[in-house]
């Protein structure tokens, strides 16, 4: 049985979540992290030394860091489908894997922050420019999904699984944003997936 560490309002956990469901995978789920705590305890950090989420155990194999979850996830579920086997496909997932990471998520994490979970700490420009590298990255996403149906190409990925919490949150900000239909498409899309809308559509916090 596999086993899941991390509360559902975690963007990381999330992508997760949306990975477990896409592969109908029985699984438990423990409450950790913010208001839940146990990510500071010996125990935890015994599997996690980073006291973060998620954490999966299978069997008596333990791993963290939420994009290499799913992607074990996949390559043991899904070869061939939600985990290309042709090497260029699955670089191409891959690579919008690691913009998530790297490029979208870093900006939009500081703008979450100041609008929803510690609103008003962080300085004006500061908040200005991670606005305006969030709203750069959402340009990207934009063009990407004019192109393909998927982000990974014709048919659903992991790349889908790990983008579409932070797109979503995006989406829900208190804030002012430009339409931008190539994503609207790509996230009413993935809302019809198995299970998304119990995962995404919660209130931000």
């Known amino acids: ?16 979540l949306m ?11 423990h409450d950790a992290g913010m ?4 990510v500071k305890t010996d125990d935890y950090m015994a599997m996690n030394p980073n006291s973060n989420v998620p954490t999966l155990q299978d069997g008596d194999f ?6 290499v979850i799913v992607r074990y996830l996949a390559s043991q579920h899904a070869a061939g489908s939600l985990w290309p086997l042709e090497a260029r496909q699955r670089a191409e997932a891959e690579r919008w894997m690691d913009w ?13 922050w100041n609008l ?3 609103p008003g700490t962080i300085g004006e420009k ?35 699984c790990a983008l579409a919490p932070g797109v979503h949150r995006y989406l829900h900000l208190p804030m002012e944003r430009k339409a ?15 299970g998304a809308k119990d995962i995404l559509l919660l209130p931000l916090s």
């Not at 333990?62 to 994009?67: G, K």
């Open 1 to 16: 049985m596999l086993t899941l560490w991390g509360r559902t309002n975690s963007l990381n956990v999330q992508k997760v």
């Open 19 to 29: 990975c477990l469901n896409e592969l109908r995978l029985p699984f438990v789920r």
């Open 180 to 194: 931008r239909a190539h994503v609207q498409r790509w996230y009413e899309a993935v809302l019809q997936r198995d």
């Open 100 to 112: 998530q990471q790297t490029v979208h998520n870093p900006s939009l994490t500081t703008v979450f």
């Open 35 to 38: 208001q839940f705590g146990v």
């Open 126 to 160: 500061e908040f200005a420019a991670a606005c305006e590298r969030t709203e750069r990255a959402m340009d990207i996403l934009d063009a990407r999904m004019g192109q393909t149906k998927w982000l990974g190409g014709d048919h659903f990925t992991i790349a889908d």
């Open 62 to 67: 333990t791993l963290w860091e939420s994009n």
């Open 116 to 118: 929803v979970r510690s």
